[in-house]
């Protein structure tokens, strides 16, 4: 048998690399396989980019991943006012993670090619300083909120994800959202971080919503309305725990979301 | 206007390897959850062959993930990594090494493990280093693995130990 057509055995499916630059997704590249799909109107799904006001460190890690997720649905809508208030929230953020450093130039970079309209080259800079926000974690062994940041911004692009879906009659565009083993190794990840980090219930939060994700996720085979169900429990609780990680009081979010907390997924 | 913006992204490009440099190989290892044998630093001339062969992509409309994939391939060994991709997307794998007289082989695998369908490119045999690229369009969302191996020319695996370094694009 050629070697080109040999399956992977299980032992090499094990030991495979996980890398977060490369096996998470970035919301860019889901937010283009949602374009494919189903053409969303992104302009209503901008949010205001207000970073919460805290001195916890997982909190602003697992903001700068909100917060790099709606730059690029601003990117997607091509508001550039809204990506140069991304581009500042950022800033303050590493600022208060002490991570602020060599990001400067990014901060200048993302406010010239918002002025210039160039959206290609300001989703490769969000990306980027994204990027730069956790080498810089790594450097100042802060390694584990590096997890956070990946998370953060993964269930925010999966909350714009299936609040797209969820607005189409026929869930178009539900296969974007078939990401289960992801969710079920971001969980298993943050699972693994020191118990400091995991103090407090935004943490703990985030895996809960990544654990229920994945079940959802998981299920081989769900017709009509529990697929339109599963979808709607996954975007609520990722609105929930949106929510927490920008806001400055930091609530502790509840499993199943109060009437107040549980938005309706935006028509697109 | 295309041109300029082509040479921004390029000029984007170099800027990001110039700052990231060490410091992204450092994360990139430092998050690997397999063996000792990826850890070892690796020259930056293998991910500029790597960047620059997939800028050939980008002026398609291919967007480069900012983050790289670097490795040390020992006696030719297949080493594997795990990726999430999306139905209708069309994805580039791009494997490069300054070792001359090689052949690395990528291969994407569904989450099963089995081999999927690819269009495969490779530079000239005479050309200086190696460069190889697998291109899928999968048909479900989901896990994959792409995996690199180092072959000879005799489509025989390496005996030694080969450096490379793998981005990838999209669109």
């Known amino acids: 048998m050629d070697p080109a057509n040999t399956p992977m055995t299980e032992p090499q499916k094990q030991a495979a690399v996980f890398l977060d630059a490369l096996s998470v997704p970035s919301p860019g590249e889901v937010f283009a396989a949602l374009n494919k799909a189903c053409r969303p109107n992104w302009a209503t799904l901008v949010t205001p980019a207000t970073a919460p006001v805290t001195t916890e460190r997982p909190q602003l890690a697992l903001a700068v991943g909100v917060l790099t997720a709606n730059g690029y649905i601003a990117v997607e809508a091509q508001d550039g006012q809204q990506v140069k208030n991304v581009g500042r929230e950022l800033m303050a953020l590493a600022k208060s993670l002490g991570v602020s450093q060599s990001l400067l130039g990014r901060g200048n970079s993302l406010m010239e090619f918002a002025d210039n309209n160039d959206w290609d080259a300001l989703a490769d800079e969000l990306e980027a300083t994204e990027n730069e926000v956790k080498n810089t974690m ?111 009081s930091t609530p502790a979010p509840t499993a199943t979301p109060s009437p107040a907390l549980s938005t309706k997924p935006p028509k697109s | ?79 594997f990594l795990q990726v999430t991709l999306f139905a209708g997307e069309n994805y580039w794998f791009v494997a490069a090494s300054q070792a001359t007289g090689a052949l690395l082989r990528v291969t994407v695998f569904d989450a099963s493990g089995k081999p999927v369908k690819t269009e495969l490119w490779h530079n000239e045999a005479n050309a200086e280093g190696t460069r190889s690229a697998a291109g899928v369009a999968p048909t479900q969302s989901g896990k994959y693995f792409i995996g690199v191996e180092g072959m000879k020319k005799t489509n025989r695996p390496t005996e030694g130990s080969l450096d490379f370094s793998l981005v990838y694009c999209y669109k």
């Open chain 1, 138 to 248: 790594v450097e100042q062994k802060d390694r584990d909120l590096v997890t956070l940041t990946s998370a953060a911004a993964w269930l925010r692009g999966l909350e714009v994800a299936t609040g797209v879906v969820l607005a189409s009659d026929s869930l178009q565009g539900s296969g974007t959202l078939y990401q289960p083993e992801l969710a079920r190794r971001l969980a298993k990840q943050l699972d693994s971080l020191p118990d400091r980090m995991k103090r407090g219930a935004l943490v703990p939060a985030v895996k809960r919503t990544l654990e229920t994700t994945a079940s959802l996720l998981e299920n081989p085979d769900p017709k009509g309305d529990t697929l339109r169900k599963n979808y709607k429990k996954i975007y609520d609780d990722c609105s929930v725990v949106v929510k927490a990680i920008l806001s400055s």
């Open chain 2, 1 to 79: 206007m295309r041109i300029k913006k082509i040479m921004l992204r390029e000029t984007l490009s170099l800027t990001v390897i110039l700052l990231l440099g060490f410091s992204a190989r450092m994360m990139a290892q430092d998050t690997v959850s397999s063996s000792a044998k990826v850890m070892e630093s690796i020259p930056t001339e293998s991910r500029r062959m790597a960047l620059e062969t997939a800028g050939a992509f980008q002026n398609d409309g291919f967007r480069i993930r900012d983050g790289e994939w670097s490795a040390t391939l020992s006696k030719g060994a297949p080493v």
